[in-house]
């Protein structure tokens, strides 16, 4: 697999669409720590990481609303391993007016466009979520 955030996401959209209530997807740290991002601001129910050892699994609860409509609207995908988006810490941008969030790789590790503004540091867009 080449880009394994993209194949996260993709997952979590194809999930999404057939309304289902969970996903699985294979480990690793990168994800997991998308994942808990995407649970602090709202957008899944929880994830948790399966098995001890080799390959690992994360099982990720997608979360609805009242008319079980998906609180993830979209993902995209911004920096691919063809091409790298790098922003500085003044140009972060905001997606859907401040309604999603980017999920940016930076010195710090990764954090959310608001937290990433706030301890003013830029680095890699890797996705937007709305």
Known sequence: MTDPIGDLLARIRNAK???????YAPFSKIKREMLGILKQEGFIRDYKVLGTTGMDEIRIFLKYGQNEDPVITDLKRISKPGRRVYV??????????????????????LMSDKRSRKENVGGEVLCHVW
């Open 88 to 109: 500085g810490s003044d140009s972060i941008p905001y997606v859907k007016r401040g309604l999603g969030i980017s999920i940016l790789s930076t010195s710090k590790g």
């Open 17 to 23: 669409m057939r309304k289902y209530k969970d996903v």
